[in-house]
Each structure stands twice: as structure tokens, then as C-alpha cells.
């Protein structure tokens, strides 16, 4: 199958705007399970205001927030799909532009040291674009992330011990949630990366943080620890804004990698209750968009 790039640049521009206005339906499912349990009248109140803010944003399809953040693509190409690596990194910096562009959307992105916004929401190296593969025949996907300065702020990397085994992953985590507070806009998905290099353990943190609710991580041992901390964390009291009350978080998300002998890396990166993502994916048949 031969990717069509004109196809590419304009579904990139299309599921940056559609992460912007709708709400994936795993989340709106977790707000109902958090409003349901939530026991704190406080807690209580603010989902229900969250919940009318999703209701009435993609009613009049506004934002769901104003923060269109670092915008982030990633691809899956599956096998037998031709196509130009390089012409596909600038198809969908082209739509990630127009989006902006063609659409009132804030541009969150500046230079790092001159602050110089260029209103496309790109810049060096933004957005950014991970590239993997499938053994899925003829098929190639594009994910699309917003990820909001209130979420990244919220990041953490720590080298741990070997010795100090699984209760400091779980510290750590810990920590991370009541040190956060209110500041990634609970209830939050807390992304835990453990194992690999430094890089590799926070990109997991935020492959995590980014994965729908109601999925597990592959590895058995990951899946039982984010069920453990998933329990504990919403335990601690911050609550919905850090405001107080049960729903601190909709899920800890946990995501592996095999590592070095004398390492235990963890690291923790949040993603707030907008928890915005869109997919294209791409076939023989043309273009499907989802979440």
C-alpha cells in the first residue's frame, strides 16, 4: 500500500482539532466512575462542573481547553506500506501548521531561550513524532497528542537502586501525586515509565500517561503494579483539582522496559483530566478517524 501525503498532511491537520474539541469516550466513561464514587462534597462539585464543560464545549464544538499544548505525533507503519520517511515528517508538520493556522487555536509553542512564537504551533524538533512498526499488513495509524504545559510540568526521572527494589518505584510514585497537587488539574492518568535509559524510561512515563483507560500494560508485572498504585493513589485526598476528596486520579498507568543490572530508573510524567487524543488510520480503503 503507498501512502498518499497529501492524505497524511490533511488528516494531521484534522486530528489535532478533533483532539482539541472532542473527548475520547474512555475518558468520559472514567468521569462517570470517578462521580459515582467520589464521597467529598467539594470533589463532588467539580466533576460535576468538568463533566458540563465537556458537555457544552463539544456542543458548540469549542475547545476543551485552551491550552492546545506541545502537539505530539505518533506513527505506526504497518508492514508492506510504502512510503518517504522524510516527506512524511513534513506532511504532518505541514497539517500540524495549518491546524493552527486555519483554525483559531492558541499556538503554544516558542523558541526556548527568545520565546519567539511563529503561530504554527512548530518549531525545532516540535511537534514531535514518534515513529514505530507493526506487523498490521497495509495499514499505517497516526495518533495525535495534546500534551498541555499543566501535564508536562508534572515530570519526574529518578535513578533509583537495584537494592532498593519495587517499594522505592512505588514511593516514588507516590510522592510524585502529592507533590503535583492540583497543579495537572485532577483527576489525573499518572504515567509510570520503569527500566530502560533515562530517555527511554520518561518516554515510556508519557506513552503511559497517554494510553486509554480500561487498558493494561502488556508486561504482567507492570499490569499488577499500576493496579496496586492505581488503588493507593486515590487514597492520598488531593482530589479533583487538589481541591480534596477521592478522585485524585482516573488510573495509574504503568509502561516497562528491560534495563542494566546496576540501574532502576523510574520515571513519572501526568496527563490532566482533558485527556485529549486523536487517530487516522490509514488503509486500502482510505481514511478512518477515531480515538
Known amino acids: 500500500m503507498k501512502v498518499d501525503l497529501k492524505q497524511i498532511e490533511e488528516a494531521s491537520k484534522e486530528i489535532y482539532i478533533r483532539a482539541l474539541k472532542l473527548l475520547p469516550p474512555d475518558i468520559k466513561e472514567g468521569f462517570k466512575r470517578l462521580d459515582a464514587a467520589e464521597t467529598h462534597p467539594t470533589g463532588k462539585a467539580i466533576l460535576g462542573t468538568m463533566i458540563k464543560n465537556i458537555t457544552v464545549a463539544e456542543a458548540n464544538t469549542n475547545l476543551l481547553c485552551q491550552d492546545t499544548g506541545i502537539p505530539i505525533y505518533s506513527v505506526v507503519i504497518g508492514s508492506g506500506v510504502e512510503v518517504d520517511g522524510y516527506a512524511l515528517k513534513q506532511a504532518i508538520i505541514k497539517g500540524c501548521a495549518r491546524a493552527t493556522q486555519e483554525h483559531p ?17 512548530c518549531g525545532r524538533f516540535v511537534p514531535v513524532i514518534n515513529i514505530d512498526f507493526s506487523d498490521q499488513a497495509n ?81 504482567p508485572e507492570g499490569a499488577a503494579l499500576e493496579k496496586e498504585l492505581s488503588a493507593v493513589v486515590n487514597k492520598l485526598g488531593v482530589g479533583p483539582q487538589g481541591l480534596g476528596g477521592d478522585s485524585t486520579s482516573f488510573a495509574v498507568h504503568v509502561e516497562t522496559a528491560a534495563t542494566h543490572i546496576t540501574l532502576n530508573p523510574v520515571a513519572v510524567n501526568m496527563q490532566c483530566h482533558s485527556a485529549r487524543r486523536s487517530r487516522a488510520t490509514f488503509t486500502a480503503g482510505g481514511v478512518a478517524y477515531g480515538f
Open 139 to 219: 495499514e499505517l495509524s497516526i495518533e495525535m497528542i495534546p500534551k498541555g504545559s499543566g501535564s508536562e510540568f508534572n515530570s519526574w526521572l529518578k535513578m533509583a537502586l537495584p537494592a532498593d527494589g519495587v517499594d522505592a518505584i512505588k514511593t516514588f510514585v507516590i510522592d510524585c501525586v502529592l507533590e503535583a497537587g492540583g497543579k495537572t488539574c485532577p483527576p489525573t492518568i499518572v504515567g509510570v515509565g520503569v527500566g530502560g535509559t533515562a530517555d527511554l524510561c520518561v518516554h515510556l512515563s508519557k506513552v503511559a500517561a497517554t494510553r486509554a483507560l480500561g487498558s493494561a500494560c502488556a508486561d
Open 105 to 121: 487555536l492558541r499556538s503554544s509553542v516558542v523558541h526556548p531561550t527568545t520565546r519567539k512564537n511563529d503561530h504554527t504551533s
